[in-house]
C-alpha cells in the first residue's frame, strides 16, 4: 500500500509542477483510492474531495462520476449507508448523461444496492441489482456478483426459494472462471443455509461439502469456521448430534487458532444447545458458561445464554438458579429495545420456576409482566399460555375466582387461534376443580344462609 501511495504522490507532484489540472484531479483520486483500500476513510474522503472540485472546476464529468463512486465505496466501507447512496446516485445521474461504458455503470448499481441492502431497503436494493444485471449481459464475473448479491438480499428477507435461485445462478456464472474464489464459498454456503430452512437436507450437505473445500484451498480461517459452523446445523437438523458437535468443535479450534472469542462462545453455545436436546444438561451448562466467559460484548448473545441457562437449571429441576439465569437475561434485555418479546418469555418462564418454588406472589408478578408485554405486541398466543399459567398459580393460592376467570380468558383467545383444540381441552380439564370448588362454596353458602 505505502508503495502505491508512494507512485501516487510523486504522480501528483509531477502534475502540479506542469500545471496538469487533469492529471492532478486523477492523482489525487488516486490517492484517495489507495487511502480507501487500506482503510484509512477519513483522510481518502479529504483527498476525493479536492479531486471532486478540480473536476468540477473543469467541468470533467467522466472524472466526476468516478470520484462519486469512490466516494460512495469509501462511505459503505464506514458504514455509513445513507451517504453512499448518495454518493452512487451522483454517479449514476451523471453516468446515463455521457458516453459511459455500461459495465461501468452497471458497478456503480450494483454497488448502490448492496449500500441499500444494508441500509435496511431490500426492495429498492433489488431493483438497483435488477438494473446492474441488465446492464452486464456479456461479463460472466460481474454477473456472477450481482446475482450474489441478489441471493443475499433474498436471504436477509426471509424468502429462502428466490435466495436459492440467485446464488445457483452465481455459481453457475462463476463455474467458467477459472481459480477459487471466496464469493463462490459463500454462495454454495448460503444456499446450503436456505436448503437447510426448507428442510433438504441432502442437498443442503451437498452445498456446505463444497463451501468448505473451497475455503479449505483458500486458507480462510472465519469463512472455514464459519463452513464447520454451517455443517454442524446441518447434522443438526439430521439429528446425527455427535457429527454435529464434532463440527462445532473444529469451528471452535479455528477460533482459537485465530484469536476470534466471538466466535468460540457462538460454537459454545451450539454444542450446549446439542446437548441439551440430548438430554445431557449437565454438559449443556459446561458448554453454556463457556460461551459466556468468552462473550463480554455483545449484549443480544449474552441474554441467549443466560435464557438457555434459565432453561436447563429448571429442566434440572433447580429453580432458584434457573431463576437468578432468566433474571440476569431480563436485565440485560431491558437495555435492549428489540429484546422486549423475549423479554416476556423470559418472565413467564421465571414465573414457572418461581411456581415451582413455592413463591406464588412472586411468581405471579413475574406472569403478568409477561402478559402486560405480551398485550402491548399484541401476541394472542403467548397471551393465552400467560392466562393459563397466572390460573395455574390462583389454584395453588386456593383463590378459585381468579384461577377460573384467567383459565376463560386464555381459553377465549385460544378459541381464535387455529391448532389449539389440544391445549383447549387440556386447559378445560385444568378449569374443572377450581369451578367445583367454588360451585361447592357457593352451595354451602347456600346452606349456611337456611
Not at 454517479?91 to 448502490?112: F, G, H, R, W
Not at 436477509?156 to 471466496?182: C, E, L, Y
Not at 440476569?328 to 435492549?336: K, S, T, V
Not at 402486560?372 to 397466572?390: D, M, R, T, W
Amino acid at each position: 500500500m505505502e508503495q502505491a501511495l508512494s507512485v501516487c504522490k510523486k504522480a501528483l507532484a509531477v502534475s502540479i509542477r506542469e500545471g496538469n489540472e487533469n492529471g492532478t484531479a486523477t492523482a489525487y483520486g488516486n490517492i484517495g483510492l489507495a487511502l480507501k483500500k487500506h482503510g484509512d476513510f477519513q483522510k481518502a474522503l479529504v483527498t476525493l474531495r479536492r479531486a471532486l472540485e478540480m473536476n468540477t472546476n473543469m467541468k470533467n464529468e467522466e472524472g466526476l462520476a468516478k470520484i462519486y463512486k469512490i466516494i460512495g465505496d469509501v462511505y459503505h466501507g464506514m458504514k455509513s449507508y445513507d451517504q453512499a447512496v448518495d454518493a452512487y446516485q451522483t454517479a449514476i445521474d451523471i453516468q446515463v448523461k455521457i458516453p459511459c461504458v455500461e459495465s461501468t455503470l452497471a458497478l456503480s448499481y450494483a454497488q448502490m444496492g448492496v449500500s441499500l441492502q444494508e441500509q435496511g431497503n431490500p426492495e429498492q436494493a433489488l431493483h438497483a441489482l435488477d438494473k446492474a444485471l441488465s446492464l452486464n449481459v456479456k461479463i460472466g464475473e460481474a454477473q456472477a456478483h450481482v446475482y450474489y448479491n441478489i441471493g443475499c438480499v433474498y436471504y436477509h428477507m426471509g424468502k429462502s426459494s428466490k435466495a436459492i435461485d440467485a446464488f445457483q445462478q452465481a455459481i453457475a456464472f462463476r463455474q467458467g472462471i477459472s481459480g477459487v474464489n471466496p464469493e463462490l464459498a459463500q454462495s454454495y454456503q448460503l444456499m446450503g443455509d436456505q436448503l437447510l430452512k426448507l428442510g433438504l437436507q441432502t442437498a443442503a450437505w451437498v452445498a456446505c461439502e463444497k463451501a468448505l473445500a473451497i475455503n479449505i484451498k483458500i486458507g480462510n480461517e472465519e469463512a472455514l469456521a464459519m463452513s464447520y459452523n454451517t455443517f454442524a446445523h446441518v447434522y443438526l437438523a439430521m439429528k446425527k448430534y455427535s457429527k454435529s458437535v464434532d463440527a462445532y468443535q473444529k469451528a471452535i479450534d479455528i477460533n482459537i487458532t485465530s484469536g476470534n472469542q466471538q466466535g468460540q462462545s457462538v460454537n459454545y453455545t451450539n454444542i450446549g444447545f446439542v446437548l441439551e436436546r440430548q438430554g445431557h444438561l449437565k454438559q449443556a451448562l459446561m458448554q453454556y458458561n463457556k460461551a459466556l466467559e468468552l462473550n463480554t460484548q455483545n449484549r443480544s448473545e449474552r441474554v441467549s445464554i443466560y435464557f438457555n441457562i434459565g432453561k436447563v437449571y429448571a429442566d434440572m429441576k433447580e429453580y432458584s438458579q434457573s431463576v437468578d439465569a432468566y433474571q440476569e437475561a431480563i436485565n440485560i434485555g431491558e437495555r435492549i429495545s428489540s429484546a422486549q418479546d423475549e423479554i416476556a418469555l423470559f418472565y413467564n418462564n421465571m414465573g414457572r420456576s418461581l411456581d415451582e418454588l413455592g413463591e406464588l406472589e412472586r411468581a405471579l408478578c413475574a406472569l403478568n409482566k409477561a402478559l402486560l408485554i405480551n398485550v402491548k405486541s399484541g401476541n394472542k398466543k403467548e397471551q393465552a399460555n400467560n392466562y393459563h399459567n397466572i390460573g395455574s398459580v390462583y389454584c395453588k393460592m386456593d383463590e378459585n375466582a381468579q384461577a377460573v376467570d384467567a383459565f376463560r380468558k386464555a381459553m377465549a383467545i385460544m378459541q381464535g387461534i387455529t391448532g389449539t383444540d389440544h391445549e383447549q381441552a387440556l386447559l378445560h380439564a385444568q378449569m374443572t376443580k377450581p369451578l367445583l370448588k367454588l360451585t361447592l362454596r357457593k352451595a354451602q353458602d347456600t346452606c349456611n344462609m337456611h
